[in-house]
């Protein structure tokens, strides 16, 4: 696995070697990886190397919230249950951040619950999900969900290493480079960001176009260029179409 000294040292040429790690603790270099690690790592962004699961709850009749023991829970991605005959439903609605209301526990209005939210959480130690319709039996509660990542301290080791698999270098190293370049005032970092950016699109299953939207919206505007949304939405259409 790569280490954040491997991406400076990719970088250094780019910037005529000017220093990425001569401040307190290593920065900027410690701070641009961690920057690009998280939001990697961040909804709506999911991947298999960064997933876990859980089943150690069951669902007790007329309650409603359940708190799990999960030190590594970042957020979630899917929910089903299992009923005393081995059948599997799926919940229809996960939410990490929008709560789901208390609701009536009384037995005629119990059901199968068809939502799911993460009302509250502790990160680190565990989570409490809160069930509609509150469960009208025991069911095993199935957690799907993504990691909680650790930040990165030094430049190599354990607590310098990237996260992220090998074969994602052209992601995090295109944008570890934009950034260094925006360091120092170099007019290309645009060009590595949206290679960075086009890269992590293209690789990255399961995303709505309102999702991809949404989060080019939110990158390009946080860098400062608004202006590169519609370059890179029609970049994407053409690599689509095979233009």
């Known amino acids: 696995m790569a280490t954040i000294q491997n991406s400076i040292d990719f970088a250094l040429p780019f910037i005529e070697y000017s220093p990425l790690s001569v401040g307190t603790a290593n920065q900027p270099a ?3 990886a961690n920057i690009i690690q998280f939001m990697i790592t961040s909804a709506p962004f999911t991947w298999g190397w960064n ?6 709850k069951t669902t007790i009749p007329g309650i409603q919230d359940y708190t799990i023991g999960l030190t590594d829970f970042a957020f979630l991605e899917k ?3 299992t009923d005393s005959n081995g059948t599997v439903f799926i919940v229809q609605d996960v939410y990490n951040t929008a709560a789901l209301a208390v609701a009536d526990t009384s037995t005629n209005q119990r ?3 068809n939502s799911a939210c993460v ?17 009208d039996k025991a069911y095993v ?15 190599t080791g354990s607590t310098g290493t990237w996260l992220i698999p090998d074969q994602y270098q052209d992601i995090y190293n295109n944008l570890f480079v934009g950034e260094a370049m925006a360091i ?16 992590l699109l293209a690789k990255a299953e399961g995303l709505t176009e309102m999702q991809k939207n949404l989060f080019l919206e939110q990158y390009w505007m946080r860098s400062g260029r608004a202006d590169m949304v519609g ?8 690599a689509a179409r095979g233009v």
């Open 30 to 32: 410690v701070g641009i």
């Open 51 to 56: 997933r876990n699961e859980d089943n150690s």
């Open 79 to 81: 929910v089903s249950l």
């Open 111 to 113: 059901a199968r619950p």
């Open 119 to 135: 009302v509250s959480g502790t990160y680190g130690t565990s989570i409490k999900v809160r069930f509609i319709a509150v469960p």
């Open 141 to 155: 509660i199935n957690l799907t969900y993504q990691k909680l990542v650790v930040p990165m301290t030094t430049l």
């Open 184 to 199: 120092v005032d170099d007019p290309r970092s645009v060009q590595y960001r949206q290679r960075g950016i086009s890269e």
């Open 231 to 238: 370059a890179l939405r029609a970049q994407q259409g053409n």
